[in-house]
């Protein structure tokens, strides 16, 4: 009784107590927010204002009122988050901050949530070392990838016994460690994934003790030795992922025990042996990834029988035999990929028949046969390459017109017959390789209608008959090869009309006739007539322009001038040509009298100079300025004139002074002055004048967003005034290398994509083209929001002026054909835009002296490519790990950029394509993606195409789709190889 009394009577002292202390961590609680507030920055944090706690956005609490969740993931806040959550919010059991730019170290304090069940910190700015996790006792998830973490890897997270899923992909920064047996303490652990977090050694063979197991992922590390057969016990498991590692040895039968298994990649390693039996047996394996390994064997035929399997990549090792019959007759194929193995017989027939196939590479195999008919019904297959084999028979015409495809490539084959009509039938066909095989009868005029063509080789095969004029109309045609063929008739003179040609072969042929002369309008960077049975006279710009050799081996070709060089293999053209010799001298006159008259109005204006350069101030009144005006302008001359002062003075250009003026109405203009003044040599003062020449008629006509507008053109005899938009944020240079503003990675493909739509404009738009033959950084300059404006035309050069000797161009910037020939094309253009790139990606400049001596920015990241620890290591170490893909990629382009075969650079318009499909802010990025249970697997044909080269398990997973000899992070150096 008495028990009771003294109970009731403690109850009642206490009551007020608990409900104070209730009321205390209530507004405990809500002290956390302002500070949140306080230390992070979004407009999500707008929704937290005068409402109770728990109706905030990312706010949950429990029925009594208490916290115990909040996610603020991907809402775009910046800055820290602040100390000490759980000894304000005590229950919280759940705490999401991904996807956000939080940084500064891990909060420590998080480890004293001992109540913490989730804690999910992906794809953050946070650094330093990670603190012992262990206190986190009730942690079930544990999501830290994608961070900047350094230091010991959190070994204690081994003692959250409670875990379900860990994920550390990403996190490149820890040193070296290895997984340790007793990793099995966490039984309960489902979802294992340490991919790219630096593990090496071996793979314990204790993990085949962690039956919970569903998800394991051990990519992109260090690990050596066999894969354990142990993994065969994990009977739950789904997705095995191993790809990039060195193991070695073989796969072992174990594997083939699990039967949960959709999802098996062990890419990128040096396994051996056969491929078993077992695992192709799998009943719901979808994914079957083993490409760059040492296998050896057959296909097993089983594989024939699975109903689930949607990609199959096998290439690059050394399997020999059959492709089992049947592949693909009861599964939804999206992808094969069999290149570069000793595969024998015929192709298989089958695997269209899920009707999903986008993807059939086969390519650098010994199959034999026809190519089955069946392939004629694929209507969804975009890449269909099996060159380098053996096959024969015809190409049916169902498969020159698939509507999908947009790359067939049969070359290097036995294949005959001719090509179909039904070409023009495939709109989305852009590259057509059909080279080196026994193909006869005419080039259909339809190939026309396959507008989207970009590349056509056709070379050494039978075919006969004219070239149809009709392939004029292939607009965006940039190679053509059709040597070593029969080709009758004479060249369609509307070959010209071919604006992005590049590469024109028509040699080893009999074509008949004279030469177009509207060819000469086209300037590919490579060109071939030679061995035909042209006749007549060779225009005169095809002699200039040093390109005599495409036309040996044309017996009835003269020449109507004897070109400078002496070495000859033409004659000179008899009386029937001279008429047009007679024009040509005609030219020569013309541009004589106007030299003299130049040289004359030149002079006066020497004279006046002279008197001027006695004057050490410059006394801009006195002269009255002629004025030219290229776009509206709302200021005078005058305003321009008093404001050049020292003061104003921004910069030193290479001919003269840059001034910076505000004007009344409020704009801001550049002004460059051109001077004669202190440039007493002649010849320098004639280079500054063309200089100056040059800069006002290309700069006056074009109207492009990425070009620098001039306003106007201010001269008098003794100095020139170029009046134009003024750029705030100044030059691509200053901003890398000076420190001026630091660039982030969207920040510099913007430029990139912009500097590239400017040149490609440049390039392919106008007519003439116009080279600007001195791209860099210091010509690059930015607006206010950083839109980058290609500046500096003095040496631009109209095309077909082709009069100049005059090396121009900057030391580190120069291709190396350039420096030799002195022969300017827009390739050239393109190799210093490869040059630019490296300085966007790496943030050094094209010479540095830790490249050694005499060595460029080039040569050092062919070296550093060599291996796939390098080609991270030059990436600016400035910029955030976020976008290393995205920077591998624009580093794939720089090198094509940078290729020594100045054909084999893209042009800027393909530029500009690749550029945009490495956009890191693309939809399908990693802010879109769908937090599925295999969010890797994403089937967006944006993403598939192009070469991707990567460390991110996604954007693995994304190259492992294309095609083989581009998917190997080793590309880079075979890029270099190639190039
Ligand atoms: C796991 O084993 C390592 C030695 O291999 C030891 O240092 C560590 O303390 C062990 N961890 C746990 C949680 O048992
Ligand atoms: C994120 O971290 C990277 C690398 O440490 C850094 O370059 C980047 O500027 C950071 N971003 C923000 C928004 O702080
Ligand atoms: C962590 O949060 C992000 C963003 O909300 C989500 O995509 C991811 O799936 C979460 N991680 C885990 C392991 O659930």
Same mark, same amino acid.
């Given at each position: 009784?008495?028990?009771?009394?003294?109970?009731?009577?403690?109850?009642?002292?206490?009551?007020?107590?608990?409900?104070?202390?209730?009321?205390?961590?209530?507004?405990?609680?809500?002290?956390?927010?302002?500070?949140?507030?306080?230390?992070?920055?979004?407009?999500?944090?707008?929704?937290?204002?005068?409402?109770?706690?728990?109706?905030?956005?990312?706010?949950?609490?429990?029925?009594?009122?208490?916290?115990?969740?909040?996610?603020?993931?991907?809402?775009?806040?910046?800055?820290?988050?602040?100390?000490?959550?759980?000894?304000?919010?005590?229950?919280?059991?759940?705490?999401?901050?991904?996807?956000?730019?939080?940084?500064?170290?891990?909060?420590?304090?998080?480890?004293?949530?001992?109540?913490?069940?989730?804690?999910?910190?992906?794809?953050?700015?946070?650094?330093?070392?990670?603190?012992?996790?262990?206190?986190?006792?009730?942690?079930?998830?544990?999501?830290?990838?994608?961070?900047?973490?350094?230091?010991?890897?959190?070994?204690?997270?081994?003692?959250?016994?409670?875990?379900?899923?860990?994920?550390?992909?990403?996190?490149?920064?820890?040193?070296?460690?290895?997984?340790?047996?007793?990793?099995?303490?966490?039984?309960?652990?489902?979802?294992?994934?340490?991919?790219?977090?630096?593990?090496?050694?071996?793979?314990?063979?204790?993990?085949?003790?962690?039956?919970?197991?569903?998800?394991?992922?051990?990519?992109?590390?260090?690990?050596?030795?066999?894969?354990?057969?142990? %993994?065969?016990?994990?009977?739950?498991?789904?997705?095995?992922?191993?790809?990039?590692?060195?193991?070695?040895?073989?796969?072992?039968?174990?594997?083939?025990?699990?039967?949960?298994?959709?999802?098996?990649?062990?890419?990128?390693?040096?396994?051996?042996?056969?491929?078993?039996?077992?695992?192709?047996?799998?009943?719901?394996?979808?994914?079957?990834?083993?490409?760059?390994?040492?296998?050896?064997?057959?296909?097993?035929?089983?594989?024939?029988?699975?109903?689930?399997?949607?990609?199959?990549?096998?290439?690059?090792?050394?399997?020999?035999?059959?492709?089992?019959?049947?592949?693909?007759?009861?599964?939804?194929?999206?992808?094969?990929?069999?290149?570069?193995?000793?595969?024998?017989?015929?192709?298989?027939?089958?695997?269209?028949?899920?009707?999903?196939?986008?993807?059939?590479?086969?390519?650098?195999?010994?199959?034999?046969?026809?190519?089955?008919?069946?392939?004629?019904?694929?209507?969804?297959?975009?890449?269909?390459?099996?060159?380098?084999?053996?096959?024969?028979?015809?190409?049916?015409?169902?498969?020159?017109?698939?509507?999908?495809?947009?790359?067939?490539?049969?070359?290097?084959?036995?294949?005959?017959?001719?090509?179909?009509?039904?070409?023009?039938?495939?709109?989305?066909?852009?590259?057509?390789?059909?080279?080196?095989? !026994?193909?006869?009868?005419?080039?259909?005029?339809?190939?026309? %209608?396959?507008?989207?063509?970009?590349?056509?080789?056709?070379?050494?095969?039978?075919?006969?008959?004219?070239?149809?004029?009709?392939?004029?109309?292939?607009?965006?045609?940039?190679?053509?090869?059709?040597?070593?063929?029969?080709?009758?008739?004479?060249?369609?003179?509307?070959?010209?009309?071919?604006?992005?040609?590049?590469?024109?072969?028509?040699?080893?042929?009999?074509?008949?006739?004279?030469?177009?002369?509207?060819?000469?309008?086209?300037?590919?960077?490579?060109?071939?007539?030679?061995?035909?049975?042209?006749?007549?006279?060779?225009?005169?710009?095809?002699?200039?322009?040093?390109?005599?050799?495409?036309?040996?081996?044309?017996?009835?070709?003269?020449?109507?001038?004897?070109?400078?060089?002496?070495?000859?293999?033409?004659?000179?053209?008899?009386?029937?040509?001279?008429?047009?010799?007679?024009?040509?001298?005609?030219?020569?006159?013309?541009?004589?009298?106007?030299?003299?008259?130049?040289?004359?109005?030149?002079?006066?204006?020497?004279?006046?100079?002279?008197?001027?350069?006695?004057?050490?101030?410059?006394?801009?009144?006195?002269?009255?300025?002629?004025?030219?005006?290229?776009?509206?302008?709302?200021?005078?001359?005058?305003?321009?004139?008093?404001?050049?002062?020292?003061?104003?003075?921004?910069?030193?250009?290479?001919?003269?002074?840059?001034?910076?003026?505000?004007?009344?109405?409020?704009?801001?203009?550049?002004?460059?002055?051109?001077?004669?003044?202190?440039?007493?040599?002649?010849?320098?003062?004639?280079?500054?004048?063309?200089?100056?020449?040059?800069?006002?008629?290309?700069?006056?006509?074009?109207?492009?967003?990425?070009?620098?507008?001039?306003?106007?053109?201010?001269?008098?005899?003794?100095?020139?005034?170029?009046?134009?938009?003024?750029?705030?944020?100044?030059?691509?240079?200053?901003?890398?290398?000076?420190?001026?503003?630091?660039?982030?990675?969207?920040?510099?493909?913007?430029?990139?994509?912009?500097?590239?739509?400017?040149?490609?404009?440049?390039?392919?738009?106008?007519?003439?083209?116009? %080279?600007? !033959?001195?791209?860099?950084?210091?010509?690059?300059?930015?607006?206010?929001?950083?839109?980058?404006?290609?500046?500096?035309?003095?040496?631009?050069?109209?095309?077909?002026?082709?009069?100049?000797?005059?090396?121009?161009?900057?030391?580190?910037?120069?291709?190396?054909?350039?420096?030799?020939?002195?022969?300017?094309?827009?390739?050239?253009?393109?190799?210093?835009?490869?040059?630019?790139?490296?300085?966007?990606?790496?943030?050094?400049?094209?010479?540095?002296?830790?490249?050694?001596?005499?060595?460029?920015?080039?040569?050092?990241?062919?070296?550093?490519?060599?291996?796939?620890?390098?080609?991270?290591?030059?990436?600016?170490?400035?910029?955030?790990?976020?976008?290393?893909?995205?920077?591998?990629?624009?580093?794939?382009?720089?090198?094509?950029?940078?290729?020594?075969?100045?054909?084999?650079?893209?042009?800027?318009?393909?530029?500009?394509?690749?550029?945009?499909?490495?956009?890191?802010?693309?939809?399908?990025?990693?802010?879109?993606?769908?937090?599925?249970?295999?969010?890797?697997?994403?089937?967006?044909?944006?993403?598939?195409?192009?070469?991707?080269?990567?460390?991110?398990?996604?954007?693995?997973?994304?190259?492992?789709?294309?095609?083989?000899?581009?998917?190997?992070?080793?590309?880079?150096?075979?890029?270099?190889?190639?190039?």
């Amino acid at each position: 009784m008495g028990f009771h009394y003294i109970f009731i009577f403690y109850l009642v002292l206490l009551l007020p107590l608990i409900s104070s202390s209730y009321e205390a961590s209530m507004a405990d609680q809500a002290e956390f927010f302002p500070l949140m507030k306080n230390s992070l920055t979004g407009s999500f944090l707008n929704d937290w204002d005068d409402k109770p706690v728990c109706n905030y956005k990312g706010v949950i609490c429990d029925q009594e009122g208490y916290v115990v969740k909040i996610d603020i993931s991907g809402q775009g806040l910046f800055g820290h988050f602040p100390e000490n959550v759980c000894s304000f919010v005590p229950r919280l059991r759940s705490l999401s901050f991904g996807y956000n730019k939080i940084h500064g170290d891990f909060p420590q304090s998080i480890t004293n949530c001992s109540f913490l069940e989730q804690l999910n910190i992906t794809h953050t700015n946070l650094t330093g070392t990670l603190p012992d996790l262990s206190p986190m006792k009730s942690l079930k998830l544990l999501d830290l990838s994608s961070n900047f973490f350094t230091g010991a890897f959190p070994m204690s997270f081994i003692n959250l016994v409670n875990l379900e899923i860990v994920n550390f992909n990403e996190n490149a920064g820890f040193d070296m460690w290895r997984l340790p047996e007793n990793i099995t303490k966490l039984v309960k652990l489902k979802s294992m994934i340490l991919s790219t977090c630096k593990v090496s050694g071996t793979i314990p063979k204790s993990i085949g003790n962690m039956t919970s197991l569903v998800d394991l992922e051990l990519s992109g590390n260090y690990l050596v030795g066999p894969v354990p057969r142990e %993994i065969g016990l994990l009977k739950n498991l789904q997705s095995l992922e191993l790809y990039y590692n060195q193991l070695v040895g073989g796969i072992p039968e174990e594997l083939g025990n699990l039967t949960e298994l959709t999802d098996l990649d062990m890419s990128v390693n040096r396994l051996t042996g056969k491929l078993p039996e077992s695992v192709c047996r799998l009943p719901k394996l979808q994914v079957l990834q083993l490409y760059n390994n040492s296998l050896t064997g057959e296909i097993p035929v089983v594989l024939e029988n699975s109903t689930t399997l949607t990609m199959l990549s096998l290439y690059d090792n050394y399997l020999t035999g059959q492709v089992p019959r049947n592949l693909g007759r009861s599964s939804p194929l999206i992808l094969i990929d069999l290149s570069e193995n000793r595969l024998t017989g015929e192709l298989p027939a089958e695997v269209c028949n899920g009707g999903k196939l986008l993807y059939f590479l086969a390519l650098g195999n010994m199959f034999s046969g026809k190519l089955p008919e069946s392939y004629g019904k694929c209507v969804s297959i975009i890449r269909f390459r099996v060159n380098c084999n053996r096959l024969e028979g015809n190409i049916s015409e169902s498969i020159l017109g698939l509507p999908s495809v947009s790359i067939i490539d049969l070359s290097y084959n036995f294949l005959n017959g001719s090509i179909t009509k039904s070409i023009g039938n495939a709109r989305n066909l852009s590259e057509l390789f059909l080279q080196n095989n !026994r193909i006869s009868g005419v080039v259909p005029r339809e190939v026309s %209608i396959a507008f989207n063509l970009v590349k056509i080789d056709l070379s050494n095969n039978l075919l006969f008959g004219p070239i149809p004029s009709e392939i004029g109309n292939l607009k965006k045609l940039n190679l053509l090869l059709l040597q070593g063929n029969q080709l009758t008739s004479s060249i369609p003179d509307s070959l010209s009309s071919l604006k992005s040609l590049n590469v024109l072969d028509l040699s080893r042929n009999l074509l008949t006739g004279g030469i177009p002369e509207t060819l000469t309008d086209l300037l590919p960077n490579s060109m071939n007539f030679s061995n035909n049975l042209l006749s007549g006279a060779i225009p005169v710009s095809f002699i200039k322009g040093g390109e005599l050799e495409s036309f040996t081996g044309n017996t009835k070709l003269c020449v109507p001038v004897l070109p400078k060089s002496g070495n000859q293999h033409f004659p000179v053209c008899s009386e029937t040509y001279s008429k047009k010799r007679i024009n040509f001298l005609w030219v020569i006159g013309v541009s004589i009298a106007i030299l003299f008259i130049g040289g004359i109005v030149f002079l006066k204006c020497n004279r006046e100079t002279d008197v001027a350069e006695h004057e050490e101030t410059w006394a801009f009144s006195y002269f009255s300025y002629n004025m030219k005006r290229f776009h509206h302008v709302s200021f005078n001359q005058h305003e321009i004139i008093k404001s050049m002062i020292d003061k104003n003075i921004v910069g030193h250009g290479g001919s003269g002074m840059v001034y910076k003026i505000d004007l009344s109405n409020g704009e801001v203009i550049a002004v460059k002055r051109f001077w004669s003044q202190n440039h007493k040599q002649k010849d320098e003062k004639k280079l500054m004048e063309k200089e100056l020449k040059s800069e006002i008629e290309t700069l006056g006509n074009i109207r492009h967003k990425n070009i620098i507008k001039l306003y106007c053109y201010l001269s008098s005899c003794n100095c020139n005034l170029l009046v134009y938009e003024y750029m705030p944020n100044g030059s691509l240079w200053d901003a890398l290398h000076n420190g001026k503003c630091a660039l982030d990675w969207p920040t510099r493909h913007q430029i990139a994509v912009g500097v590239a739509k400017g040149l490609a404009y440049l390039h392919h738009d106008l007519v003439p083209s116009i %080279i600007h !033959r001195d791209v860099k950084s210091t010509n690059i300059l930015l607006d206010r929001n950083f839109q980058p404006k290609v500046a500096d035309f003095g040496l631009a050069k109209v095309l077909n002026d082709s009069n100049t000797t005059i090396i121009a161009g900057t030391y580190g910037y120069i291709a190396p054909e350039y420096a030799y020939s002195s022969k300017a094309t827009t390739k050239c253009d393109v190799y210093s835009f490869g040059v630019v790139l490296m300085e966007l990606i790496t943030g050094k400049k094209p010479v540095e002296a830790e490249f050694g001596e005499n060595k460029n920015i080039i040569y050092w990241i062919s070296k550093k490519v060599e291996t796939k620890e390098g080609a991270v290591e030059i990436l600016d170490k400035k910029l955030s790990g976020f976008f290393k893909d995205d920077m591998i990629k624009v580093l794939r382009i720089a090198i094509l950029c940078t290729c020594r075969i100045a054909t084999l650079r893209p042009s800027m318009n393909e530029v500009v394509q690749l550029l945009i499909q490495a956009d890191p802010c693309r939809l399908d990025g990693i802010i879109g993606e769908k937090p599925a249970a295999t969010p890797h697997r994403q089937f967006t044909a944006g993403k598939l195409r192009g070469v991707e080269v990567s460390s991110s398990k996604n954007e693995r997973r994304a190259q492992a789709v294309v095609e083989s000899r581009f998917s190997s992070l080793f590309i880079l150096s075979t890029l270099i190889n190639c190039c």
